[in-house]
Structures are given as C-alpha cells and as structure tokens.
C-alpha cells in the first residue's frame, strides 16, 4: 500500500513538472566559453615573464535572474623556484612579494576593463540590462608568504546597463559603476 501510495506520489510531481514550461538560458554555454577564453588571453598577456598568470582556466557560469559569473584563479608573480634554482633567498622572496604587490593596480585596472568590455560583447547581447556581470579572482600565495599586504580575492561586479554606460563614456563613471570587494 505506501509503495502505491509513493509511485502516485511521484507520477503527480512529475506530471506538475512535464506540464510547467522551461525557460532556456539567456546565455547558452558557448558564449560564456568564449568569454572564458577572452579573460585568461588578456590576462595571461599581462606579464611576459609571467607564464604561469593564468593558474587555472577561467570558468563562467549563467544565473538565470542573477548574471554572468566568471572565476579565475591567478599568480602575480612567479617565484622562480626550477630545478635549477631549487632554492629562495629571503631577497628573492621579497622581490616576488614586491611584483605582486606592484602589479595590484594594474591588474585591477585590467579586470575592470575586462569587465566593461564583456558587458558591451554581443555574446552578452542576450543579458537583461538589470542583471550582473561579474568577476571573481583567487590570488594564489606561496606556502612562505606571511600574511601578504595583498588580497586573496577580489570581486569585480557591476549591472550590465551601468558597465554599457561606462563604454559609452569611454571608461568615464568606472569607479560608480563597478563594485570591487577585496578579501
């Protein structure tokens, strides 16, 4: 008797949902992958002498009613820890720790941009004026980096009519546009 009483159960919850319609996302995958590929190109340009910017591929994901969101995980700078230089010196440390903390700025400068500029793709052409774009970034530390003046994320986000202002103005309201959080 429950078995039977499950089984319907089930067959009503299903029929509720094989009659309620679907709404297929705004943006399909292979526009956030091109997007995807477009962050880690402009940010593995960044550094030339960093070819290890870009530690993980970026991944984006869609949030019907909510926005566009991508994640990327990214090193400032390089140790220079090979096999033939197994070994930092307390200089070499701080010079590592010097090129992040000097290549912040520009880095957010980047990011920001990046920002504006996938709001304004014709891949977002899709995404309501009223959702978000935004971008989330891990900042990979060393093991023997003690508490870095640096953050270890941060999180660029704007609405996608705000950020298209701002590529209107030639970059003129960025700082009221985007929302930047540093943790």
Known sequence: ??????????????????????????????????????????????????????????????????????????????????????????????GVIKTKNDRLPQLKKTLEEALVDSAASASFDPLPANEQVVIEVILDRYDWEDRPAYPAEMIFQGTKQKLLEVKRANGAGMAEAIRVMEH
């Not at 009483?5 to 705004?26: D, N, W």
């Not at 993980?56 to 909510?66: M, N, P, S, V, W």
């Open 1 to 94: 008797m429950k078995t039977s009483t499950r089984v319907a159960s089930l067959l009503i919850v299903f029929a509720g949902l094989a009659g309620t319609a679907v709404t297929p996302a705004r943006i399909k995958r292979p526009l956030l992958r091109d997007m995807e590929i477009s962050l880690d190109d402009r940010i593995g340009k960044m550094w030339p002498d960093n070819p290890f910017a870009v530690v993980g591929h970026t991944r984006a994901l869609y949030l019907e009613g909510y926005g566009a969101v991508f994640t990327a995980e990214i090193s400032l700078a390089f140790s220079g820890l090979s096999p033939m230089h197994a070994f930092l010196t307390p200089q070499d440390k701080a």
